[in-house]
């Protein structure tokens, strides 16, 4: 039974194409999350959806749309990709907004931009 | 915003032995003080949160204590494990921000059996 999972797991792809990163949650949780795990591990927030609401808006490119059909659903559509946007992308959930309460990460997207 | 930082990034440790791992925060607001682990190829994963109101933690073999003074929180592990190495991330965060966390840089630990 997997919590919160993304597809594809591997993402290879050239500069200046399009790709999406799809998520699911099976909690029931209301709040969910894209996260940028950069080559130094180092882990930020990107977007932050609550009940299909955008809640927070980090300072990413406009290259890069979320988009929740359903709270169920988080949705990573990158535009135009760069190099520099090679990393590994995690969504996550939680309970609710607010809290603050425990994130459930999925397992990751590895996107590799040539 | 806040500001975190972790230490030591790398830590390097013998099967059976303890490590910590130490988490500086500059928001004298911040009240939720958790750490997640990721495991190589995985998500990371919540091993063990603490509120301001309570000065430390413990489940099992692992703990985690608060000085709310000087601003930091550490992770201790004890009798570490091969399965222990992993990144860990501390989170510090302030109610009011809601699920907004900071996470630190990380601390790769490495358990030599």
């Known amino acids: 039974d997997t919590a919160v999972s993304q597809t594809p797991k591997y993402l290879v792809t050239q500069m200046g194409n399009d790709k999406s990163i799809k998520c699911e949650q099976n909690?029931?949780?209301?709040?969910m999350y894209w996260y940028k795990q950069d080559s130094k591990k180092f882990l930020k927030i990107m977007f932050s959806?609550?009940?299909?609401?955008?809640?927070i808006n980090e300072t990413v490119p406009n290259r890069f749309s979320p988009k929740s059909p359903d709270k169920a659903h988080l949705n990573l559509h990158i535009n135009s990709l760069e190099l520099g946007d090679s990393a590994v992308y995690f969504c996550?959930?939680?309970?609710?907004?607010?809290?603050?309460?425990?994130?459930?990460f999925g397992p990751g997207t590895r996107l590799t931009v040539t | 915003g806040e500001n975190v930082e972790q230490h030591p990034s790398t830590l390097s440790v013998q099967e059976g032995d303890s490590a910590v791992i130490k988490c500086t925060y500059s928001d004298s607001a911040s009240n939720y003080f958790p750490w997640y682990k990721q495991e190589l190829g995985k998500g990371p994963q919540l091993i063990i949160d603490?509120?301001?109101?309570?000065g430390e933690k413990k489940d099992q073999r692992i703990a985690v204590t608060l000085n709310k003074t000087a601003k930091h929180f550490s992770l201790h592990i004890t009798e570490t494990q091969p399965e222990d190495s992993a990144v860990y991330f501390c989170a510090p965060s302030e109610e009011t921000s809601g699920s907004r966390l900071t996470f630190g840089e990380g601390t790769q630990l490495t358990v030599n059996p």
């Open positions: 959806y609550n009940n299909k609401e955008l809640i």
């Open positions: 996550a959930s939680s309970v609710r907004e607010g809290g603050p309460y425990e994130q459930y």
């Open positions: 909690l029931g949780h209301d709040t």
């Open positions: 603490i509120r301001s109101n309570v």
